[in-house]
């Protein structure tokens, strides 16, 4: 759709914050410039002139974000399942990892990932490449071409890593961050990106050297970039870092040191996937540094990491998003995230034995829209997870009339049995900043 000036009619369901769920039957939602100009019961008389899409008896929400995922690793989603985290890493993730040196292999692959994201319900994504830079490119091309909003990062790892990925040297890693960096931003004769962007990618703290970290701090505040990357995951993998980093009081600590937590540039935000074991002391570097936690509750089950507290960065102050991390996770919607951060968090009662409040619907709804969607917004890619005049006009439409029931439905119990029963075949049309995402094929 070319025009971004339209209207669609339905019954609209957004988040206006953690606990508040908006929804409106039969409502107007207006798509102006590919932004929202908001959602109306009667249709204002200065948009008579739009046209109307009218998708009556659906649903319209905003479209979903992704925190965290690994691009190469979608291949063998579904695969060593029965694996921990450090063993799955060596027995599955690097030997794929590996294979993405070889173009031709990368474009099979990724292409296949791009279709797949394409038809799902997340709209905006941020993602790890591989240590490769054509491949990288090449996956920021294809996602480019999707209309999907995303961030993606070439990984850096020159220490603790398989010879195949393993990076010569700090600063041979650094130089070919900058190529990329370049190559990035003279893509489309020197305009660059207009969907995609990159994003430093230290992969986490035990396969980079300080010398790596420093470097990639500097390349943040020299690029004004945001940070991905790994935090308090795995015990395992905490006590690695402590041996690596004793004079870091915590794991986000030994980030902080390097310039590479947050704080001094809100223009280049960091988000760290899964905070499974963070503390009191990491929560509160995390608050007030304004890291966003991806938490990715599906893959911190599958490799027995834990249970992220979640509930603990809500009253904290610490941002926080859902993340798929396909393929610890072997799904890659949101709406699959939501299911999974409600049940994890009703497990941390009985398991850990605390007096702690599970996560409502309209929290892990706000988590999978609003929540992460902040964090484009921290990056300059605009405002989106909501219908509040001037976010970005990202929306699914979805028809549910399929899991209908023999009683009525309130528009909250349609978005519940939608985030719990809904898949692919359920999106009857899909917008990313206004504009329609083909969803076939």
């Known amino acids: 759709m070319k025009n971004r000036n339209f209207i669609v009619q339905g019954d609209i ?3 206006k914050d953690p606990q508040t769920l908006e929804t ?12 929202s100009a908001g959602v109306f019961s009667r249709l204002p008389e200065q948009y008579a002139a739009f046209p109307l899409i009218d998708y009556s008896g659906r649903l319209i929400i905003p479209g979903l974000a992704d925190l965290h995922a690994h691009a190469p690793q979608f291949a063998f989603r579904g695969l060593g399942m029965d694996l921990e985290l450090l063993d799955w890493l060596e027995i599955r993730a690097f030997p794929e990892e590996a294979k993405y040196r070889d173009l031709q292999y990368a474009r099979r692959a990724y292409g296949l990932l791009a279709g797949h994201l394409k ?14 830079t054509p491949a990288t490119l090449l996956l920021m091309d294809l996602l480019e071409e999707s209309g999907l909003v995303s961030l993606a990062g070439k990984v850096n790892m020159d220490r603790n890593s398989p010879d195949i990925l393993r990076e010569a040297s700090a600063a041979a890693s650094l130089a ?8 990035c931003f003279s893509r489309n004769n020197g305009s660059g990106y207009k969907n995609t962007a990159p994003i430093l990618t230290p992969r986490f703290i035990p396969s980079c050297s300080d010398e790596l970290m420093r470097g990639l701090g500097e390349l943040r505040r020299k690029y004004r970039l945001p ?3 790994h935090l308090s995951e795995n015990k395992k993998e905490i006590e690695w870092v402590r041996e690596l980093c004793p004079e870091s009081e915590s794991y986000g600590a030994a980030y902080d040191r390097f310039g590479l937590f947050g704080g001094e540039s809100p223009a280049a935000p960091v988000v760290m996937a899964h905070c499974v074991w963070s503390g009191e002391k990491e929560i509160t570097l995390m608050a007030g540094r304004g890291v966003f936690a991806a938490h990715c509750p599906q893959s911190n ?13 809500l009253e904290a ?17 949101i709406f699959r995230a939501m299911v999974d951060a409600i049940q994890v968090s009703k497990l941390r009662r009985p398991l850990l034995g605390l007096d702690e409040k599970a996560l409502s619907l309209e929290e892990a709804f706000y988590l999978g829209t609003a929540g992460g969607g902040a964090f484009f917004e921290r990056c300059g890619m605009g405002r989106s997870g909501s219908f509040d005049p001037g976010c970005d006009f990202d929306a699914l439409v979805i028809d549910d009339t399929d899991i209908a029931a023999p009683f009525e439905l ?10 719990y029963l809904s898949g692919e075949r359920h999106i009857a049309a899909k917008y990313a900043r206004g504009r329609k995402i083909e969803t076939a094929g």
Do not use: M, Y
Request: charged share 20%; net charge positive.
């Open 176 to 183: 070919e961050t900058e190529e990329w960096l370049d190559a």
């Open 13 to 15: 369901c957004w988040s």
């Open 24 to 35: 409106r039957a039969g409502a107007f939602l207006v798509c102006a410039g590919g932004k």
């Open 301 to 313: 089950t599958n490799l027995s990491s834990g249970i992220a507290p979640v509930r603990r960065f």
């Open 410 to 419: 309130s528009l909250r119990d349609r978005l519940e049995r939608t985030v």
């Open 119 to 132: 038809r799902g319900p997340n709209t905006r994504l941020v993602i790890f490449a591989t240590v490769h």
């Open 227 to 229: 940070v991905q990357s």
């Open 317 to 333: 102050g610490v941002p926080a998003g859902l993340g798929s991390d396909v393929a610890g996770g072997a799904h890659s919607s």
